[in-house]
């Protein structure tokens, strides 16, 4: 026993598979987000105390192989390789054991120490399957424990088995899944020919990767393993022509075979139960006729519950909030320093007030559609209109969240395959009128000048969106992706689960945006009590008072609005000095402002969003096109809205 | 059995509930790659559970599974209907 020893563990397995509530069991509050270095790609990484042992354990993202089709594959594959883990869980969903398994044959050859977890275990007779998972063990030459995540069940087992087995591991001598004949020798002669010494990967795998032609192990061997790359070519011209299929499918074939063969033999599936509410609830969401209308009115149902439970909780916490703010106000006095003070504390409750109330019911509901399986539904149904956009129907989900905040929305554009693709849909969900977007629509426009107006605006923002996707589809270069998603089953939602990743996701939010919210709210509080707004406003003034026709004093609202959307909204009223903004402004100035207050800017927290997914550059490229892309399209807009209303 | 059984045809052209065999994918590498590490490998047999409208994705079933593919890629999947 190596008592006291630090482990370091990872949980690897395809998507939906239960890992994260592994790994949420096995960490518990231990939790920690890292980068490793030079990735800007997230892991969740955990500590486990557990008898004498300080374990490190990592959750790797959900994926189908370690081919370079996805960042995460690509990321996953270089993290199991280089930081070299004690031992890795390989999460099975073991109602699915033959596709999961295809997964578990390539980590096999990555040759690290093995441990798997036959999760979901529980809903085998449910479904009326039978494993023998003894016999899986045998075939496979790893342990192979029945888990059942949600209920915490043969974790502890997991954990033991796996310490049991690093005790005294030595890699497999020899291999027990074996690929076609032709294939073994041009893997067995590519291998010969790898210089071991160089190599940091496992030269089987190395040789099957230069074999099916990955671009990333080629890069790598170019260098040492010349002659190894180029028999590697002709070896998979050979497989193409015996086979009539690239090497790399043959391959991948060849694997599926082993699979299959396996599934055979260790799984048994008993006569199948009678057609199931669930079935019949599939059946006609995902329906070509039916599936639009169940849609309609789930994301109806959706938006109501956000901005009901929103509007609850920020209700609730209005008060306490306004109570805090005039105890500051009071007990610091009113000199500068004391000013910064209290725009450092508004700016921390401020973002309660935005991070809370509505992104937590957010991050709820998306991760209980999401566990629940309803989310892939709407994926399916709306591929060929995102598709329209530049981007595939996983889209669909960042964009709908950006109704609700654009920082989530940008956080999710992980989903999406390829750095293309997730900025894309990341440039797309910024262009999503937000919830405070939404207040100053209401409340102005909605209020002021007419309910169809407000409508009208939101019909300008889906215009825009398609525009902006048109556009930068064509622009911003690379192949884009097709839709290759896993359809689920329907399955009861966990809420342990959601929970967890509601929290989780909560938490990750308020870190990143919380300093450069109260940096910026300082700054800007600065700015107000050192006097300098009206030189501000008269600053903008060629832009609001000459382009846009709005009131001079509207130049330092947008500079607050840079904080908080709704701020222009409060600020407007406090400027005013009236809450009936029809006394102040023309009906064409109260659309311009709202047009402008909807497209001129991604908030703060958007930008740190944004910074955090694509880097500063990108990030400030969207926030200058914005700012630009409103202004003009406001002037615009005013200038035809004086010409038909007056 | 129909006339077309010994013919190929695109996965686009199967009718919701029909069977196929994959015959081979073509198109780029990488979705190729990804097809077939998810187990859609030539011989592999297929089952369309449905086919969203307006050129949307299709649906099936292959190895115990069930897949959306983007109608674009699918139409780059060559199979035998059963």
Redesign the interface.
């Given at each position: 026993m190596n008592g006291g020893k630090k482990l370091n563990i990872v949980l690897a397995g395809q998507a939906n598979v239960g890992k994260s509530v592994i790994f949420n069991y096995l960490t518990g509050l231990h939790q920690h987000i890292g980068n490793w270095p030079g990735k800007t790609i997230e892991k969740a990484e955990g500590t486990l105390f557990y008898k004498d042992h300080v374990i490190d354990v990592v959750d790797l993202p959900g994926i189908?192989?370690f081919?370079?089709?996805s960042v995460e594959e690509l990321i996953s594959r270089e993290y199991i390789i280089t930081q070299n883990p004690d031992f890795i869980i390989n999460v099975i969903d073991s109602t699915?054991l033959?596709?999961n398994l295809?997964f578990t044959l390539q980590l096999l050859e990555l040759e690290k120490p093995v441990v798997i977890a036959l999760n979901m275990s529980d809903l085998l007779k449910q479904e009326r399957i039978e494993i023998d998972f003894r016999k899986l063990e045998d075939i496979l030459g790893v342990p192979v424990i029945p888990v059942s995540a949600v209920h915490g069940k043969g974790i502890t087992e997991l954990i033991d088995s796996g310490l049991k087995l690093i005790e005294n591991y030595s890699p497999p001598e020899n291999i027990r899944l074996k690929y076609g004949n032709e294939t073994e020798k041009a893997v067995e002669e590519i291998s010969g020919q790898i210089n071991k010494t160089i190599n940091i990967y496992p030269v089987r795998w190395t040789a099957v990767k230069l074999l099916?032609?990955d671009s990333e192990i080629i890069k790598e061997c170019e260098k040492e393993n010349i002659t190894a790359i180029r028999n590697a070519n002709s070896l998979a011209e050979d497989l193409k022509r015996i086979h009539g299929?690239?090497a790399?499918?043959l391959i991948?074939?060849e694997r599926?075979n082993i699979?299959?063969k396996i599934t055979c033999e260790v799984m048994k599936i008993l006569p199948s139960k009678k057609i199931s509410f669930r079935d019949r609830f599939d059946?006609i969401s995902?329906?070509?006729?039916w599936g639009y209308p169940v849609m309609i009115i789930m994301l109806i149902l959706v938006f109501l519950f956000i901005f009901k439970f929103g509007d609850f909780l920020s209700g609730i916490i209005e008060i306490p909030y306004k109570n805090l703010q005039a105890t500051i106000a009071n007990s610091v006095g009113t000199s500068f320093p004391a000013s910064l003070v209290t725009s450092a504390f508004d700016s921390i409750l401020a973002l309660i007030l935005i991070a809370l109330p509505y992104i937590l019911p957010f991050y709820f509901v998306l991760h209980f559609l999401e566990n629940w399986g309803y989310l892939?539904r709407v994926?399916?149904?709306s591929?060929?209109?995102m598709?329209k956009l530049g981007v595939?129907?996983k889209a669909c989900f960042p964009i709908l969240l950006g109704f609700g905040c654009n920082v989530p929305a940008c956080l999710s554009c992980r989903i999406m395959e390829t750095h293309r693709e997730r900025f894309l849909t990341a440039l797309l969900s910024v262009f999503v009128p937000c919830s405070a977007v939404s207040v100053i629509i209401m409340g102005l426009v909605g209020k002021f000048v007419g309910m169809e107006w407000a409508i009208g605006l939101y019909f300008l923002a889906v215009i825009v969106i398609f525009a902006v996707g048109k556009i930068a589809s064509k622009i911003i270069t690379g192949?884009p992706m097709?839709?290759?998603?896993?359809?689920?089953?329907y399955k009861s939602p966990s809420l342990k689960t959601i929970i967890f990743l509601t929290w989780y996701r909560l938490k990750n939010f308020v870190y990143s945006a919380a300093p450069i919210i109260i940096i910026s709210g300082i700054i800007i509080g600065a700015i107000h009590s050192a006097g300098w707004s009206n030189y501000i406003s008269d600053f903008l003034k060629p832009v609001t008072v000459n382009w846009l026709g709005l009131p001079l004093y509207t130049g330092i609202l947008l500079i607050f609005g840079f904080l908080r959307k709704e701020l222009i909204l409060l600020m407007l009223a406090a400027l005013a000095g009236t809450m009936n903004f029809n006394e102040v402004l023309t009906p064409v100035q109260m659309l311009t402002l709202a047009i402008v207050s909807m497209f001129y800017i991604p908030c703060v927290a958007t930008i740190t969003a944004l910074k955090k997914e694509f880097g500063w550059k990108k990030a400030l490229g969207i926030t200058v096109f914005k700012i630009v892309f409103a202004i003009i399209l406001a002037g615009i807009i005013s200038r035809i809205l004086t010409f038909f209303m007056n | 059995m129909k006339k077309e059984d010994n013919k190929k045809t695109l996965l686009t052209d199967l009718s919701v509930g029909q069977k196929a065999e994959i015959v081979?994918?073509e198109g780029?590498?990488?979705?190729?790659?990804?097809?077939?590490?998810?187990?859609l490998?030539?011989?592999?047999t297929i089952e369309v559970i449905?086919?969203?409208?307006?050129?949307?994705?299709v649906?099936i079933e292959v190895?115990?599974?069930?897949?959306?593919?983007?109608?674009?890629?699918a139409s780059k999947i060559l199979v035998k209907p059963k």
């Open positions: 189908y192989s081919s370079t089709y699915h033959e596709r295809i099916e032609g299929h690239d790399s499918v991948a074939d599926c699979v299959f059946s995902s329906d070509k006729i892939s994926a399916f149904l591929d060929s209109l598709h595939h129907g192949e097709e839709l290759i998603m896993e359809m689920p089953d | 081979s994918i780029g590498r990488g979705a190729r790659k990804r097809l077939s590490d998810m187990g490998t030539p011989n592999t449905r086919i969203a409208p307006f050129f949307g994705p649906n190895r115990n599974f069930r897949l959306v593919i983007g109608r674009g890629l």
